[in-house]
């Protein structure tokens, strides 16, 4: 035990020796939760659009007047051609173009139908299919105004009346969740990323030689080294609990210590994480490659950015063995639906599981070395 | 004498072949997880159902939202007791309320109401999923009143762009090409000078007759002919696994991404000619670089939809740069034209950061 505490000061003093790092662990993670969640919406409320009308009638002004007012539409320009609004989407001005063709209104009074064009940028689908649902939905408001000034008799047409309501985040404010998400990732970066290169670093200088040839036990020499990461990895997200708080004003419905708890045993998976890169890594550049390319896979499919639900079924199989996915659920779950400990007991068993395997695989791993 | 350092360079590289290897597999296997994966189609959202009404026009409803391909139905429930506990559990993310007078209100007065509740704990995803729920409803309405005839009826025709199929992979892997070259890249250049600082071999070059530039240039050759080889195998599998065709020029792609390499290299070599220890750098280029690049580019969340201050501050993030002129490329098959302005920025964005890593690597000489 005493022989742990020696090392434990040992390796606290190598970390608050080096002032760059110690300033980099704490300026890192708060500047970025300051600015990112900021970032992540995909709220459309200004899809830009170009019109086209070849009418110039009373019923084409009012449409576009219902479309520009709506709130969900920026004009852009009024385009005399398909081709010149296409220029326009080419330019990244306009996602969206809506023609009215020539003789829109005498077709309506005429032969009771009329069409209308919308081309749509579709590179981004999401903007697309969203913009779309938008611009068909004003339409068709529209379309049932006048029919009704026609005269036409209200009840043998079937109307059903969306009431939609927003579960757990009524105001659909992006921040709630975005900014304990984030939190999730700095945590998992900064631990992940400082593990990994810590005992490479030992090879890489050769001191490593040094522990070899002394008497601590390869476990010792282990946690010695987790337990700092450990209360950095606390550290970290505190700071960004506190900085949710202060700054955003968001607190959990749920229990603080419940987020605690699981983060202790969350943290240790990617300490262990780290650890294990590190043992099979020969340089410090290997290592960081290394954790590089899992951090970026975890992040990618933990359900932050994009929904879990909306991968495919392999997909969504390979999050199962996403330890980040599940602190993310758990954070979803505790800041915004208010669970308690019981809903995410198979959280917490699941990266239990994670710790417990990267941290034995660790310390197998670096006896064969050695 | 140049050619000399760059070929010391080439051996560094060489001699350590487990990191050639992953500079050149892990682009590669990223690619193909995030090109398939990372989507935000709507597809088999499980939906859940509490039908008050229980008549036919709502079950009618019903299978129509089951049968679309955005839901799936994954449970009636009972009794409104248990719409929390659906959610809580992630059983659901969109669950449709059927009042008791539905089918009644709709069959004699001609308008009746639903209720759609939406998980929004993820905001962009409730708000997707509520439209489509709209979507299909409204069609379902169309339906409806195919009986009668309308006076005054406006049908929209809707044409998708460069996209018909509206496939995330079109968004995404152009996105992902430009996070993956960016951040490997950055990362590559920015422990290489600080490697010798700390080894202690950057005073062996110092001693030597060649010009700070040289030695910097020297070290960026080879990451940028390993980048150049990422970036085609990056393009082959998109077009040949991930079926995103390239609509433009292939020429003109190579050399757009050539100019975001030379800046992303210049970005590590800065970081590098700061940094002190592996350490400092590797925290700097891997965690102060990863997340902005996920975010402010432009890859996940459109750029047009930030609050101005990050909009102006997108602006220094060469991936947005890319990104933007990759798809005007290699989606909607634009000329030159339509990304010289991008690729003057991401020149002008490599001077300056060149220039100053020279400055900042001068005064560690002295």
Known sequence: MSLLLVILRKEFLQIFRNKTILKMIVALPVLQLLILPWAATFEQKNITLSVVDNDHSSFSRRLTEKVTSSGFFQLTDYSVSYDQALRSVEANRANLILEIPGHFENDLVREDQSQLMLSVNAVNGQVAGLGTAYITQIIQDFNLEIIEEAGYPNASLSKINVIPQFKYNPEMNYRNYMVPGIIVLLVTLMGGMLAALNIVREKEIGTIEQINVSPIPKAVFILGKLVPFWIMGLLILSLGLLVAWVIYGLSPVGDLGVIYLFSFFYILVFSGFGLLISTYSDSQQQAMFVAFFFLIIFFLLSGLFTPVSSMPGWAQKITLLNPVRYFVDVMRLVYMKGSGLADIIPQILSVTVFAVIFNMWAILNYKKTS | ?366
């Open chain 2, 1 to 366: 004498m140049f050619i000399h350092f760059i070929k010391k360079e080439f051996f560094h590289i060489f001699r350590d072949i487990r990191t050639m290897m992953m500079l050149l597999l892990m682009p590669v296997v990223q690619l193909i997880i995030f090109g398939f994966a990372i989507t935000t189609e709507i597809n088999h959202t499980p939906v859940a159902v509490l039908d008050h009404s229980n008549g036919e026009l709502s079950r009618r409803l019903i299978a129509k939202i089951d049968g679309s391909r955005y839901f799936t139905l994954q449970e009636k429930l009972q009794h409104a007791g248990q719409l929390e506990e659906t959610f809580r559990q992630g059983k659901a993310k969109l669950i449709a309320v059927f009042p008791s007078g539905f089918d009644n209100d709709l069959y004699h007065n001609g308008s009746a109401d639903i209720q759609l509740l939406a998980d929004a704990s993820d905001p962009n995803e409730a708000s997707t999923v509520i439209s489509y729920a709209g979507q299909v409803i409204a069609q379902y309405v169309q339906e409806l009143n195919t009986g009668n005839t309308l006076p005054y009826v406006i049908r929209p025709e809707v044409k998708m762009l460069y996209n018909p199929q509206l496939k995330s992979a079109y968004n995404f892997v152009p996105g992902i090409m430009g996070l993956i070259l960016m951040l490997i890249c950055a990362m590559m250049t920015s422990i290489s000078i600080v490697r010798e600082k700390e080894q202690g071999t950057m005073e062996v070059l110092l001693v030597s007759p060649a010009r700070p530039v040289m030695i910097i240039i020297a070290k960026a050759v080879p990451y940028l002919m390993i980048a150049m080889i990422d970036v085609v195998s990056i393009l082959l599998l998109s077009v040949f696994v991930l079926h995103v065709p390239i609509s433009g020029s292939v020429i003109l792609i190579l050399l757009l991404s050539f100019v975001f390499t030379l800046s992303a290299l210049s970005l590590g070599l800065l970081i590098s000619s700061v940094a002190k220890t592996q350490q400092a750098a590797m925290l700097a280029s891997g965690v102060g670089l990863m997340l902005p690049s996920i975010l402010l580019s432009g890859l996940i969340f459109p750029v047009e939809n930030m609050p101005w201050i990050l909009r102006i501050l997108s602006n220094i993030i060469p991936a947005k740069w890319f990104i933007v002129a990759i798809k005007d490329v290699m989606i909607k098959g634009l000329g030159i034209g339509a990304i010289a302005g991008e690729c003057g920025v991401l020149l002008l964005i490599t001077v300056i950061l060149l220039l100053v890593s020279v400055k900042k690597f001068k005064i560690r000489v002295e």
